[in-house]
Structure formats: C-alpha cells, structure tokens
C-alpha cells in the first residue's frame, strides 16, 4: 500500500463503552504523530466501523470494565492482525507482580517500539530522530471533533463535551512514591520530569484572537512529591502562562505535612489561577494525622479555596465479607467528617469490586449524597435518603406534610404501618430503594445501629470549625 494512501483507525474503547469524561491523551498524541508525517487518520465511533479501508488500528482502554467494540470483537482472525491494543484497562487487574510488572513496561514501550511508527521521522525534538517521543509530541487537539459535533447534532450541549476541545492536557511529572496497591504505579518508587509545559501547550486562537484552549489540565500522578526543583520551577511556568489550570488526579496533600516545603507550596498555589475546585485525596483513614497536619496549612493560606478530596473505597469487597464492608462503610464516614470538619467537600471514587460487596448499592447512594456539593453541603445522608424518599411519594401523587423527618420520626411512622395502609385512592406508599438500602444496611448490622445512624447524621453545617486552621500553631 502506498504512503499516500495509507489510512490508520484510531479507537477509544471507553469512548465507545458508555462514553468518558476525558480524551485519551495517548490517542491524541498517537493522532499527532500521524498528522505531522501527513499520514491519514480517523477517530473510530462507530461500532460498527468497516475496518476493511484501515491498514493498522490503535485500540486504548483504559478501564478494565470496558468492553471492547463490536468491529473488534466480530474481527476474523485476519482482520485481528491490524489491532494494536494497549492501555492500563488490558492488565491493571492483574494480581501477580511479576506479570503486572511485565504487562505494564511493555503497554509503556510499545509504541517506542512500533514497527510502523519507527519508519517515519519524529518532528518534536528529543533524542529519536524516528518513532513517536510521547514526552515531547503535540497531542492533536482536533482528534474528537468530529465524535462532539455528532453528539451536538444529538441534542446534547456541547459544554458537556468541553474536556475534549477547551484544554490543554499533559504530563509534568510522571511517577509516585506511594505504592498504593489500587493504583497503577504501585511498583513505581521514584517521581522524574517528563514533558515540558510548551511541548504540549496549544496556543491556536479562533478568529476573535481568543485562545481555543484557553484550560491546562495535568495528569501528573504525584507532582508535590518530585524534587522541589521541579516541583517549583513548573509551578511557576503554570502560573506564568496566566491560564487557568487543574491537576486532575489530585495533588498528594500529604506532602504539606511531610516536605519541609509544605507552607511553600500551600502558599505558592494559593496564588495560582487554578480552575474549578483544588482536589486531593485522602484514600486511607489511617493517613488522617497527615492529612489533618496538612489541612491546618492548607487552610490557613487558602481559607476560601474550594477544596476537594477524592474517597477512594470499595476496594477487594467480597459478598460474605461483612466486617471488611463495615470497616469500608465506617471510614468513608470518618474521612467525610474530617474533611468537613475543615470546610473541605468529598468524593466518592469507587473501585469496581464495590459491585460484590453485601449491599453494593450503598457505595452508590453515598456516592449520590457526596459527590453532589447542594446535597453534601446542606444534608445529612439521612437527611439526603429521607428526601429522596418523599421526593418518590411527592412524584406519585402523595401528600407530604413534612420533605425531611429525623429517623426517629420516620421509625414510629414506619411501625405504625404507615408504609402499609391505603390513602384515600387506594393506592400505597412504598419504600424507595435509597430509603431501602440505608434500612438494609442497618438490619445486616443490629450491633452497629447507633454507630451508623450517628455517621448518616453528620452534617457539614454542624462540622466545620474555621478555627482549626486560623493559626499554624498545631501543625507539629
């Protein structure tokens, strides 16, 4: 086949799988490669894709919950010779180190490795003259466009599709210390530079003058934790270029605590144009000593800073298992209130094995409550589970003399047989399936119940104490 017609798919499998929020930066990449050596190119988004017309199709998943799409799976044997597949969502299940360790340096090198690839020049600089360096390559920014006007044509606005074309999106900083075992770079020990902020900074304007991409967001995987050299000098190269920018994955909060440079950085980002909610995580209850060092001086230099911190839970939960569900259930509560404690707000991230845990399906309203700041910031979860509940009946043609009761107004209700008698049409209440699981959870735990219902009572309104972060003087 001739350079001049040679035609590369390129697939977003989690695009393709219920959509994502964000583009696949290695695609974008991938697609800017291509683009400087003229070669023709095409985002797949369509499952049903004649793979016929392509030479070579790049597939990347992310998630391991993504199924693959139709064309991929109904490909004949010959056909499957064209996939290039690779992505953290084909082995970051994977249980046995050695093979993680082996999966994931070849998904990382493959591409650097590309038989194809490596025939054509690298125009971006860096030390291969052929091949694709994806620390230095240009993303195409344009590599969605076409998937956000089809889904504009929907009839869905297209500030929905907003992560796909008004940012930039790199790495800084690739690497981390942590070695958490849900993560992707558990085996990684040490934190280096890997793309300077003009390699994949875009600077295209419209006709206005205004900047396209007026956003920078980063998916740095522990950007405080680098050398203070690094950390400090592209800090600043952010706030220079006087955009708005965001680290997506969170910045590590520990790291206020643990770096003698901690009121440095509280400081330094509390003068930065940073885009949306600051976000970091606290994923351990046994890390809160750090994290409440942490907040001290987070808030004492950003006392009106939206903050956020990702929850992770749900990790390794067996449907027999109930004390790990428990303790799981109880320190999501403990996180939130801490964070709440400090004017700070949550959000639930869970681990896909919440799925077999005994009620799953309480992971998922907590999620409803916590990740919804008008519900998190005014409601209980009991306050937020009893709404949901009269909202049901308001929606049924119910009367409600009252939208939220305290549980214990709803329990003589409920044994009165309240939920059991006819109104005046015939018709019956029931018990919405949010009301349904909190119930649940409390019958499956009877020595628990007065623990959990003080956890469901905590309210971010009656929490907050600014006085723990007025002064510095607790922080040691």
Partial sequence: ??????????????????????????????????????????????QNEDISQ???????????????????????????????????????????????????????????????????????????TNGIDL??????????????????????????????????????????????????NKLEDTILPYSELEWFLDEERDEHGRLVRPYIYLWDDNFLASDPSVWRARLQQLINTGRPFQFRQGLDERMLAESPYGEEMAEMLSHTKYHGDFIFAFDNWKDRPLIERALKIWKHYNPNKGTKFYLFCGFMQKPDNFEKFYKDIWEIFHRIKVLMTYGCVGYIMRHEDYKKAPVSNLYIQIARWCNQQAFYKKMSFWEYTYRNQTYWEQSAGFNV????????????????????KLDSLGKQRKICKTLQTLLDTLEMFPEHRTELLEMFSFKMSELIDP???KTLKNTE
Wanted: include cysteine; charged fraction near 25%.
């Fill in 1 to 46: 086949m001739a350079k001049g017609i040679i035609k590369i798919g390129l697939v977003d499998a989690d695009l393709l799988c219920n959509g994502t929020r964000h583009p696949n930066l290695v695609l974008m990449k991938l697609a800017g490669f291509l683009y400087d050596n003229g070669i023709d190119f095409h985002l797949i988004i369509d």
């Fill in 54 to 128: 392509y030479k070579l199709i790049y597939i990347s998943r992310v998630f391991t919950f993504t199924q693959m799409p139709a064309f991929y799976e109904n490909a004949t044997a010959t056909q499957r010779k064209k996939f290039r597949e690779g992505g953290t969502g084909f082995y970051a299940n994977e249980l046995n180190v050695n093979k993680y360790r082996f999966q994931r340096e070849k998904d990382m090198n493959q591409l650097a490795n590309d038989e194809f690839l490596n025939q054509y020049p690298n125009h971006r600089g860096g030390p291969r």
């Fill in 135 to 184: 620390a230095h390559q240009m993303p195409y920014y344009h590599l969605y466009d076409e998937f956000v006007e089809q889904k504009v044509r929907e009839g869905f606005k297209r500030d929905k599709y907003k992560d796909y074309q008004q940012y930039s999106i790199g790495f800084l900083t690739r690497g981390c210390i942590r070695h958490c075992p849900f993560c992707i």
């Fill in 401 to 420: 003399a009252k939208e939220i009761k305290t549980f214990e107004e709803f329990q003589k209700d409920y044994e009165s047989g309240y939920y059991e």
């Fill in 467 to 469: 006085s723990l972060w």
